[in-house]
């Protein structure tokens, strides 16, 4: 006996889809369209649950870390089977702008694969590095107008996609109704990983620097979202980059919920984040249903 396929949902106008692969009922795909954030060729995977076939679903929005594209999120967590069992769609963008034309280092912590979610002001960065407005504003103003999404917004991250999602919705209270981390770089203006990519794209204004540090956003927040975050306690960057304990004494500072969750022998691998993805999945479709 056949079972029958998931259900089909057309190409939207201005999206080009690349790849299309049944997963758990419903659809893995991936998308390419042009930004106006980034003045680029942007592109994004997309989780549609069998759930779509009802109505909108709310929306998980991902960050991955350094040297990502959309495929690592979406080829190695496993969060399909979670999202399809919470009727969750989920949204992973690509780490920074690409192509011709399109300012890189050559390093892996700077450039192409490293945007780390801010809106550059420097050359040669600013013209096309504008992942804050992209990932923040534009995308899900895509993904909610063209696809089967309400307005139900979750965000979590990995690594410099941590710093990116705890930071995002700090800098936007009321767009998310749950944020969470594996693992993010906590207080990038105190850890070379950040000094050295903020100090790129944003100069030398170290005052400019504290608009995308958690811990220094935690401190003036107007909104009390609770912060959930998972680290391995065998990464090897915990010490030198990620920093949690700046994180945790920065909440307890403001009084700013913070769910923070050691793990003995995790590292910083995507081994991890399939660990304890179903737990953040269900976290987020708790709040996104509440």
């Not at 504008?130 to 103003?141: F, H, K, N, S, W």
């Not at 999602?165 to 993010?184: E, I, M, N």
């Not at 927040?221 to 990464?235: C, F, K, M, S």
């Not at 984040?273 to 709040?287: C, L």
Request: aromatic residues 10%; hydrophobic residues 40%; proline residues 7%.
């Amino acid at each position: 006996m056949t079972a029958a396929a998931p259900f089909e949902f057309p190409v939207p106008a201005g999206l080009q889809r690349l790849e299309h692969r049944a997963c758990f009922g419903g659809w893995q795909d991936v998308y390419q369209h042009d930004s106006t954030a980034t003045g680029t060729s942007m592109r994004f995977g997309l989780y549609l649950p069998p759930q779509a076939a009802l109505g909108p679903c709310p929306v998980l929005y991902w960050r991955s870390g350094l040297t990502c594209t959309e495929q690592n999120f979406i080829t190695k967590a496993g969060v399909q089977r979670y999202a399809a069992e919470h009727g969750l769609i989920v949204v992973a963008p690509d780490t920074s702008p690409r192509g011709e034309g399109v300012a890189d280092a050559d390093r892996y912590d700077l450039g192409q694969g490293a945007g780390f979610y801010v809106d550059a002001t420097q050359a040669p960065w600013a013209p096309h590095y504008r992942m804050e407005t992209y990932v923040a504003l534009e995308l899900p103003a895509l993904v909610e107008a063209v696809f089967p999404a309400n307005d139900r917004r979750a965000i979590s991250g990995h690594s410099m996609g941590g710093h990116g999602a705890l930071v995002t919705a700090l800098r936007h209270p009321g767009r998310y109704r749950s944020v969470s981390a594996f693992a993010p770089i906590s207080a990038p203006t105190q850890v070379p990983w950040g000094q050295e990519a903020l100090g790129a794209y944003l100069g030398d204004d170290r005052e400019a620097w504290k608009a995308y540090d958690a811990c220094e956003l935690i401190a003036r927040a107007t909104e009390r979202l609770p912060l959930r975050v998972d680290q391995g306690l065998d990464d090897e960057f915990i010490d030198r980059s990620l920093r949690p304990a700046l994180l945790k004494a920065a909440c307890e500072k403001a009084g700013h919920p913070l769910d923070l969750r050691g793990h003995a022998g995790y590292d910083h691998s995507y081994y991890f984040v399939a660990s304890f993805i179903g737990e953040h999945v269900a976290y987020h479709a708790a709040a996104l249903k509440a």
